[in-house]
């Protein structure tokens, strides 16, 4: 506080008081005068005695006021100076480039400081800050680790028209309520569900008298693992184990990659024909053990949607997943398909319209089990229709089949507009060959509340379709062509089957197998045999498949861009933005499978300003372990993914992705 400061202040009080009194004397000593010279006089000599006394008393007033104020200054800024190089936690002072000022003892204490740091640049203790987050006003604290102890670091910015931004750093020590909080996750509570995936399987193949040991040894296996990690372990289905641990336990099943799964396909009893998998649904970071009960079954059911053998980890909107490297295992038994057939029958039956439809850009195996579907549902007496989008380059000659053949058929495909005007309350929406809510080729059509039913073959991943009304996704079928084949082959005596139907049908099951290559087993052929006893002729399949000279020659100049990732895997790209450029870059992955050596490929292109990426594998990559890193899924050995980025970025991600893939299956990367 300055002297000039408080003498402004005393005008206005004390010595306005003053002059006020001097008048008034001053006055009355003239009116003294008038009435008598002599008493005018004394007063006049009395008035300015009094008036000079006030005026010497005031001056030491406040001269005692100011000395007090200064001294009172004088203590405080000593206060302040010894406050903050005496605080118990760490401060400094930067520039606004970031360079040290100062810093208190306690700083360089904690921060072991050895050599002075004045002038040089924050980032040398901070590394991980934006200089832009220490200039920002009320920004929110840092967190750094400085040996054992944890600090959260605050800032206070103040700024100077002479020496620019000054950045005030303090520290509070937090490592108390980090510990606490750190041991209060470590004990929250987890509840696991284990689900033997291919029980049926593994005990019809076992002698009577062998079962009960195989089975046995396989509980044992089990009750080891949860052992192993403190879990609480209780077998409350013939095939189904509830594990309750901590998420300190969980962190080390992770950390592990959670080695039952491999346990149990290499370790049981050589005497099984078939190796018993599992899959662990992990419910965790819920309120209550009910909600976490919740999470485990839901994410069990993506396990075994997305194929089994795998953990699904899930909390809230929070999905994690481990595994998943093999192919999924065929089911013997067909009763899941007989009833899904009578299911489905009860649903079409009960329904006003029913609105059949495949994914955006659609493929063969897309249309093939919508025009199955849709003979499916008519001869089940339903008012059924197929919403397609647009007609690709991919089914455009089927397209072209199906106008000429069956007219008829072709009048019952609408656009999702039209579909939208046939959409009432009692309609049912059967998605086909996709599981993703903005993949479906109508995606709209699905959020009016209606019956929707999912009949898919690709294994389960992110955006799935809420609140369907069945969900029959099986990852170990070929094709959703081959599903909707084993569907209507239950109502066999009920359905005739056109010949372009059978036909639409075959083609889907030979494009998604690559002519019964990859993901084929017996109940494929037995799909393929079915439909060539109603009619379905090779050779037409065969001209289905041709391409122009066009395409072959596009196919060609990827191939020839191609390059080695590392010896086993190729990239290429297609960098045109043309009619078709999806089903190329799927064609031409699959040409560079071919080549000796090589057990993975991808291929990037643009397809409506978008980045499109069509993953190839022999099966010794899970490229839909890979695509799903970048938004995308498919199979493990086919997969895709879209990207709203360029060309060069997306290729710099998904060489990440396969990178970090690698390391997590413990194969590093080995450039060519």
Not at 132 to 141: F, G, Q, R, T
Not at 539 to 555: A, P, Q, T, W
């Amino acid at each position: 506080m300055s002297k000039d400061l408080f003498r402004g202040t005393n005008r206005k009080g004390p010595w306005g008081e003053v002059l006020v009194v001097s008048a008034v004397s001053l006055l009355m000593s003239l009116g003294l005068f008038l009435w008598n010279p002599y008493a005018g006089v004394a007063g006049l000599v009395g008035t300015i005695f009094l008036s000079v006394h006030s005026y010497m008393r005031e001056r030491e007033a406040e001269g005692r006021a100011i000395a007090a104020i200064e001294t009172l200054d004088y203590h405080f800024d000593e206060l302040t100076k010894n406050a903050v190089f005496g605080m118990p936690f760490p401060m400094t002072v930067l520039d606004e480039e970031g360079n040290f000022l100062w810093y208190n003892s306690y700083f360089k204490k904690i921060f072991g400081i050895r050599d002075s740091l004045l002038g040089q640049r924050y980032d040398q203790l901070f590394a991980d800050v934006p200089i832009k987050v220490l200039k920002e006003k009320n920004a929110e604290p840092f967190r750094v680790e400085v040996g054992k102890r944890i600090y959260l670091f605050y800032n206070s910015v103040t700024t100077s028209s002479k020496e620019g931004a000054l950045i005030l750093l303090y520290g509070i020590d937090n490592s108390e309520d980090e510990e606490i909080r750190a041991h209060y996750t470590a004990e929250r509570q987890v509840l696991a569900v284990v689900f033997l995936d291919n029980y049926d399987e593994v005990r019809a193949t076992l002698p009577e008298a062998d079962r009960p040991i195989a089975f046995a040894q396989i509980d044992r296996m089990i009750s080891d693992f949860a052992s192993k990690y403190d879990a609480s372990f209780v077998k409350y289905e013939t095939d189904r184990y509830l594990m309750v641990l901590t998420q300190e336990a969980l962190e080390r099943m992770k950390k592990d990659r959670f080695p039952l799964l491999e346990e149990l396909k290499t370790e049981s009893d050589e005497v099984q024909a078939i190796r018993p998998t599992a899959s662990i649904g992990v419910g965790y970071g819920m309120a209550s053990p009910a909600e976490n009960m919740l999470e485990a079954r839901s994410a069990i059911d993506i396990a075994l949607a997305r194929g089994g053998d795998q953990v699904v980890m899930k909390s809230g909107e929070q999905l994690d997943y481990f595994g998943g490297k093999n192919q999924a295992t065929q089911r013997i038994t067909k009763v899941k398909a007989r009833v899904m057939s009578n299911t489905v029958r009860q649903f079409i039956e009960e329904s006003s319209h029913v609105l059949i439809m495949g994914h955006q850009n659609a493929d063969m195996d897309s249309l093939g089990s919508c025009l199955g579907m849709l003979i499916f549902a008519e001869q089940m007496g339903g008012d059924a229709w197929i919403v397609l989008d647009e007609v690709t380059p991919s089914i455009e000659n089927l397209y072209n089949q199906v106008k000429q053949e069956a007219p008829d058929m072709m009048k019952r495909i609408i656009s999702p507009q039209h579909a939208m005007d046939l959409r009432d309350a009692q309609a049912l929406i059967i998605v086909l060959d996709n599981h993703r809510h903005d993949a479906t080729a109508a995606p709209a059509l699905l959020d009016g509340g209606n019956r929707v039913i999912i009949i898919d073959h690709h294994r389960r991943g992110a955006g799935y379709i809420q609140g369907a009304e069945i969900s029959y996704i099986e990852p170990y079928a070929s094709s959703t062509s081959e599903m909707v084949t084993e569907l209507i082959s239950y109502q066999d005596s009920e359905i005739a089957l056109p010949k372009v139907a059978a036909e639409a049908l075959l083609a889907g099951i030979t494009v998604d197998t690559k002519n019964f290559f990859y993901q084929t087993g017996t109940r494929t052929f037995e799909a393929a045999a079915y439909l060539k006893r109603k009619g379905a002729d090779s050779i037409v399949i065969k001209e289905l498949f041709k391409d122009d000279f066009e395409l072959m020659r596009y196919r060609s100049e990827i191939l020839v861009s191609a390059k080695h990732l590392r010896p086993d895997i190729m990239i290429a790209r297609f960098p045109h933005d043309i009619e078709g450029s999806t089903l190329i870059a799927s064609q031409a992955a699959d040409d560079l499978l071919g080549i000796r050596g090589i057990k993975a490929s991808f291929v990037l292109t643009l397809a409506e300003k978008r980045v499109h990426i069509s993953a190839r594998s022999l099966g010794d990559i899970s490229v839909q372990l890979i695509m799903e890193k970048i938004g995308g899924g498919g199979h493990m050995t086919a997969a895709a993914t879209q990207m709203d980025t360029t060309l060069d970025e997306a290729q710099k991600q998904l060489e990440e992705a396969i990178e970090t893939y690698l390391k997590e299956e413990g194969n590093e990367s080995n450039p060519a």
